[in-house]
C-alpha cells in the first residue's frame, strides 16, 4: 500500500496476523516497502518457532518431550529461553514460561467461564517451576525435567518479536516507523508532521480504543499489561487471564494494568507480566534493572506514574 503524507515521500503499511493477534508496521521511506516485506517475514519465522500451538515448532518439541529427552532448538528459540530464565530470576518467580500446565486448567478466553476445583489446581501447580527448564547452551538443547511440564513464550515472543522488526527496519535505514504487534508499540524517529509519536494508553474501565493518557516518545517501545484483556464473570467475581505461577490463581492485587517503556520491547513485554504479579514495592527497583518508565492504573482508580515521566504522560480525562 502506497501513500504520500506531508514531510514523507513514501509511506508503506502491512496488516497481518500472527503470534495470535493482529499487527500492524508502518515505514516511511524509499525501502519502506522491502523493508516490512523482510520483517513480515521474520515475524512468521519467529511464530514457526515458538508457537505453543504449531506442530513442529521448538516449544511443540520441548513440551511433548517433557520428562523423557532434551531437544535440540534452534539457537534463536533457545537464546530467548535463556533470557526468559533470566527475567524469572530478578522477578523472583512472577515472571514463569513454565506457567502453561496452569493456564490450560483455567483456559480465560478458550473456556466457557470455567473455574478450576482447588485440587486440579494442587495437581498442576507442582509442574510450574522454572528452574526445572534445563538448558544446555553447547548442545542449543531444552528439557523440562518432569512429563506434564509445559512452556509457553506468550509472555515475550511478542516483545522479541517487535523489537526484530525494528532491527531490520534500522538495517533497511527506515528512520521513522510505527510497529504494533498486538499492542506491542515500538516508535522509531519522529511522526508524518516530524514531531516525536504521540501514544495512547488504553483506559482499562473503557472499551478498547479509549484512553486513559498519552505519552509522546521517540525511538521507544510501550508495552502494556492488562486484567481487562480476557476475563470473565462468574456469581459475581471477576477471573482474569493474568495468573500468578506462585498460586495457580489469577492475580489479585488491586493492580487493572501496568504499561512499560523502555528501550526493548523483549524486556517491556516479560516486565509487564512480572510488574502485574509482584507487589509494587518490588515494582520500581524491576523497572530500574532494565532503565524503565512506568504506568499502574489500580482498581480503585489511582494512577501511578514513575519520576521519569513526569510532565510527559497527560491523562486524558479522569476515570
Not at 63 to 90: H, Y
Not at 163 to 187: H, M, S, T
Request: proline share 3%; aromatic share 10%.
Amino acid at each position: 500500500m502506497f501513500y504520500k503524507r506531508r514531510n514523507h515521500e513514501y509511506n508503506y503499511e502491512k496488516t497481518f496476523t500472527a503470534l495470535g493477534t493482529i499487527n500492524k508496521i508502518t515505514a516511511y521511506g524509499k525501502k519502506g516497502k522491502d523493508a516490512i516485506e523482510a520483517a513480515y517475514k521474520r515475524v512468521l519465522e519467529i511464530e514457526d518457532r515458538m508457537s505453543a500451538f504449531k506442530d513442529g515448532s521448538d516449544v511443540m518439541k520441548i513440551n511433548r518431550s517433557s520428562g523423557i529427552e532434551p531437544k535440540k532448538i534452534n539457537a534463536d528459540t533457545f537464546n530467548l529461553l535463556s533470557r526468559s530464565l533470566e527475567f524469572s530470576n530478578s522477578s523472583k518467580g512472577a515472571f514463569d514460561i513454565t506457567i502453561r500446565p496452569v493456564t490450560s486448567l483455567w483456559g480465560v478466553g478458550k473456556k466457557l467461564n470455567y473455574i478450576p476445583e482447588k485440587e486440579e489446581i494442587h495437581d498442576v501447580l507442582p509442574l510450574v517451576n522454572y528452574r526445572e527448564l534445563l538448558l544446555d547452551k553447547e548442545n542449543c538443547t531444552a528439557y523440562l525435567k518432569r512429563k506434564g511440564q509445559a512452556i509457553d513464550l506468550g509472555g515475550i515472543a511478542k516483545g522479541y518479536a517487535a523489537d526484530e522488526v525494528k532491527r531490520i527496519l534500522l538495517q533497511y535505514r527506515i528512520k521513522d516507523a510505527l510497529i504494533n504487534l498486538g499492542g506491542n508499540i515500538v516508535v522509531l524517529g519522529n511522526n508524518p508532521e516530524g514531531q516525536p509519536w504521540c501514544i495512547g494508553i488504553q483506559n482499562p474501565f473503557a472499551a478498547t480504543g479509549q484512553y486513559i493518557g498519552t505519552v509522546k516518545t521517540t525511538n521507544r517501545t510501550i508495552v502494556t499489561s492488562g486484567s481487562n484483556e480476557q476475563f470473565f464473570i462468574k456469581d459475581g467475581v471477576r477471573y482474569h487471564h493474568i495468573i500468578d505461577p506462585r498460586t495457580g490463581y489469577p492475580v489479585k492485587n488491586g493492580l487493572l494494568s501496568v504499561t512499560v517503556i523502555c528501550e526493548s520491547s523483549t524486556n517491556a513485554d516479560a516486565l509487564t507480566t512480572a510488574l502485574f504479579v509482584s507487589d509494587m514495592a518490588d515494582a520500581i527497583p524491576l523497572l530500574k534493572s532494565i532503565n524503565a518508565e512506568g504506568i499502574f492504573v489500580m482498581e480503585n482508580q489511582d494512577v501511578f506514574v514513575t519520576e521519569g515521566l513526569q510532565g510527559n504522560f497527560e491523562r486524558s480525562f479522569n476515570i
